[in-house]
């Protein structure tokens, strides 16, 4: 039944006990929120938010159903050849989907590896991380994974996006959470439009059917660039770090140079993929072993880039170890604008449970500083557009990353109100880039 159908006695009853409920509820939590310090970030973030996400979840965003059926069936083809390749690998007929056959055919019919991990059900392990530890054992092993990636692909987003555009808008709506992630940041749901894969070429084919609304529109994207690594340098006032950011010269390169002690114009391809590598996975609290895995290098390698990285960036190794004694001493961490991440287990006598919520004091302030400075940056744009009664609308947040539909009109306008409100939104101690594009579709403006 709808509210309309139902007896006015009953929705009275129901409607004064949702209200006096909440006011209950708020006379319980006002006093914590000011005792923790935290009625600014509520008062001024989280509350003038609901108005910028409910504006963007009725504003939907415009999808070529089209392009994403054509795509569905260019991808059916190549699942199926692969299929018909990795069979003929094999030399054997059987479900590549079933994680039980393939274990079979893997490491019983075809022995690619003598000793193979099994789960607790007693079948062999196929999972992702198990095949990739196994690519240059036997080429079936890339099919495999390219495989599965497409047929992920294929359900999860080419197929199932066209049925969630709502029929009386033709758009699709997400629904954006404030209180999912315990890192501050929004999470985006039914459909989740924050994970779309950027980083395969079949994945960015995606982002090809989001499209502007109309052909008075275009697609504007902006985005702040390494601002995790900016937060960082930032918060742990590391004067080399700081500088690379000032100077304006490439983080990863900077930091390649210093790794490996050579000069900025001799520093190869590989050295800054290691260097990019370590810069990401510090913020992760990233181990030896860690690195190693993550870009293909020895442990014994790994370990000396992270103590070179540590000689050169001490202030980050001293504002890790710093947010880890502050955790242990007060049960949580802090962004810039004071957002609280609670860490019950820091102090947990288990290693691998109090390592975790270790990796976390060093991650969540990082991470969520950056997601506080994008909600400041939301709200102050959407009010500037309000302000000038602007026909373009903000259409999709994603993490570091502000899509519009941009009157064409309007373009310039808005990329000056974006860039000033993105950069100013909160201060740091090093300069804030806003990389912004604008094309036909989602993945010519990102």
């Not at 994207?221 to 100077?247: P, T, V, W």
């Not at 050579?262 to 590598?277: T, W, Y």
Request: aromatic content about 6%.
């Amino acid at each position: 039944k709808s509210m309309r159908e139902v007896p006015m006695e009953l929705l009275k009853e129901y409607a004064c006990e949702d209200a006096d409920i909440t006011l209950q509820l708020k006379d319980v939590f006002e006093p914590k929120l000011h005792d923790a310090g935290l009625l600014d970030l509520f008062n001024n973030i989280e509350i003038p938010l609901i108005t910028v996400l409910a504006s963007m979840e009725s504003e939907g965003v415009n999808l070529d159903s089209d392009a994403l059926n054509s795509f569905s069936k260019e991808l059916g083809e190549e699942i199926a050849k692969l299929n018909d390749q990795i069979q003929e690998m094999a030399g054997a007929q059987f479900n590549v989907s079933s994680p039980k056959q393939l274990g079979e055919i893997l490491f019983v019919h075809m022995k690619i590896v003598e000793k193979a991990k099994k789960t607790k059900s007693g079948q062999y392990s196929t999972g992702e991380d198990v095949l990739a530890k196994l690519e240059n054992k036997h080429p079936i092993i890339r099919s495999i994974l390219d495989y599965r990636s497409l047929t992920k692909l294929k359900s999860t987003y080419v197929d199932a996006l066209p049925l969630l555009v709502n029929p009386r808008t033709k758009r699709i709506h997400t629904s954006y959470n404030q209180t999912v992630a315990a890192t501050g940041r929004l999470s985006s749901t039914n459909p989740n439009l924050q994970n779309i894969p950027i980083r395969t070429e079949k994945g960015r084919e995606i982002r090809k059917a989001f499209v502007p609304r109309n052909k008075n529109h275009i697609l504007f994207a902006a985005d702040y660039s390494q601002i995790e690594l900016r937060i960082i340098a930032s918060l742990s006032g590391d004067e080399a770090m700081m500088e690379a950011f000032r100077d304006g010269i490439d983080i990863h390169t900077a930091t390649a140079s210093k790794v490996y002690g050579v000069p900025i114009e001799e520093v190869s391809k590989d050295m800054r993929r290691n260097a990019k590598g370590v810069n990401f996975g510090i913020i992760y609290g990233i181990s030896a072993f860690g690195l190693s895995e993550n870009i293909g290098i020895s442990r014994k390698e790994a370990a000396e880039v992270i103590a070179n990285y540590f000689a050169n960036y001490p202030s980050v190794k001293t504002y890790m170890e710093g947010m880890v004694e502050f955790a242990k001493e007060k049960g949580y961490v802090e962004t810039i604008k004071g957002r609280r991440r609670y860490l019950k287990d820091i102090n947990s006598s288990n290693a691998i449970v109090r390592g975790f919520a270790e990796r976390n004091a060093i991650n969540a302030p990082i991470q969520g500083s950056s997601a506080d400075m994008i909600k400041v940056a939301m709200i102050n744009v959407f009010e500037k557009m309000a302000e000038k009664k602007m026909k373009s609308k903000m259409i999709l947040q994603v993490h570091d990353e502000l899509v519009f539909d941009a009157h064409i009109d309007e373009v310039e306008m808005l990329k000056e109100i974006v860039e000033k409100e993105m950069r100013e939104a909160v201060s740091l101690n090093v300069p804030i880039v806003v990389d912004m594009n604008t094309g036909k579709n989602w993945l010519e403006a990102h």
